[in-house]
């Protein structure tokens, strides 16, 4: 029972630490950024998540009215009625938005592979110059990476509402309804994280493997989407900046990740990463 219970706040702490570690790796993104002329690589990307937020602002004004009438035809009272239904709309447009947001985070992601992949392999070369030569990636077209990206952001959005639909619910209940929030917030920043971490092991790993990969250093994805899920808080500018700033330090945690396991070079070399 002490053995269990000893081993559980050991992986508890291994989790936070993982976390903290994949937070700090956020500190110098934009100068490597700046240093390694990325941005070019950004701009369809970002224009891209800013049109899309547009859009899911627009249907969360336009459909607010209708969702809210749907909500208030469940309430049989007269009195009460304007005021329910004030409550009904308000409530209606931020579910529309944290949904929106949801497809949103996973649509990007998958529309930017073929622009993220180049990003994280220059972030790759700097990092690692000394072991370009035995490091093999696999040979992946644009076509094959955007494929890629919408398998592995689907199967993300799967998962994610089956899990943030129920915490959502459950967070409405007064005073607990907070602690079910931030599991919803874990979760979501979990599969912002994967999303991010993918666009570094595409190069390395088969489809499975990135799976399996970053199910066991999960607290690293975790780390990642914290930041961006809180960026996406920003109005305008979090939402242009989230995915340089979060996939430049995405590739800097997976890379160190891939080292430290042995995973980066080809088995075959006699080079220590």
């Given at each position: 029972m002490k053995k269990s219970?000893?081993k559980?706040?050991?992986l508890?702490?291994?989790m936070?630490?993982?976390?903290?570690?994949?937070?700090?790796d956020?500190?110098?993104s934009?100068?490597l950024?700046?240093?390694l002329?990325?941005?070019?690589?950004?701009?369809?990307?970002m224009?891209?998540?800013f049109l899309?937020a547009?859009l899911i602002?627009?249907?969360?004004?336009g459909?607010?009215?209708?969702?809210?009438?749907v909500l208030?035809?469940?309430w049989?009272?007269e009195?009460g009625?304007?005021a329910?239904?004030?409550?009904?709309?308000?409530?209606?447009a931020?579910?529309?938005?944290?949904?929106?947001l949801?497809?949103y985070k996973h649509f990007?992601?998958?529309m930017?592979?073929?622009?993220?992949s180049p990003?994280?392999?220059?972030?790759?070369?700097h990092?690692?110059?000394d072991l370009?030569?035995s490091i093999t990636h696999?040979?992946t077209?644009?076509s094959a990476?955007l494929y890629?990206?919408?398998?592995?952001?689907v199967r993300?959005l799967f998962f994610?509402l089956?899990?943030?639909?129920?915490?959502l619910?459950?967070?409405?209940i007064?005073v607990?309804?907070?602690v079910?929030?931030?599991i919803?917030f874990?979760?979501q920043?979990?599969?912002?994280?994967?999303?991010?971490?993918?666009?570094?092991l595409?190069r390395?790993f088969?489809?499975?493997e990135?799976?399996d990969?970053?199910?066991s250093?999960?607290?690293?994805?975790?780390g990642n989407?914290?930041v961006?899920?809180a960026?996406?808080?920003?109005?305008v500018?979090?939402?242009?900046?989230?995915?340089?700033?979060s996939?430049t330090?995405a590739?800097?945690t997976t890379?160190?990740?891939?080292?430290?396991?042995?995973?980066?070079t080809?088995?075959?070399?006699?080079i220590i990463?």
């Open positions: 219970r000893s559980k706040k050991m508890q702490y291994k936070i630490k993982n976390i903290l570690r994949a937070l700090k956020y500190t110098g934009f100068k950024m700046t240093q002329g990325l941005w070019k690589y950004f701009m369809v990307p224009g891209i998540s899309f547009v602002g627009f249907t969360a004004y459909l607010s009215d209708n969702v809210a009438s208030t035809s469940l049989v009272w009195t009625s304007e329910f239904f004030a409550f009904a709309e308000i409530l209606s931020i579910l529309i938005v944290i949904l929106g949801l497809i990007v992601m998958a930017s592979a073929p622009f993220m990003v994280s392999e220059k972030i790759e070369k990092l690692y110059p370009q030569s696999r040979d077209s644009y990476q890629r990206g919408i398998r592995i952001n993300n994610e089956l899990l943030t639909l129920p915490l619910v459950l967070s409405l007064p607990v309804g907070i079910f929030w931030i919803g874990l979760v920043s979990y599969y912002a994280g994967f999303g991010n971490m993918d666009y570094t595409e390395h088969k489809y499975r990135s799976v990969f970053v199910k250093n999960r607290g690293y994805a975790i989407g914290i961006f899920n960026m996406l808080l920003i109005p500018i979090g939402i242009i900046l989230v995915l340089p700033v996939v330090a590739s800097k890379l160190e990740l891939l080292s430290e396991q042995k995973l980066l080809d088995p075959a070399t006699n990463v």
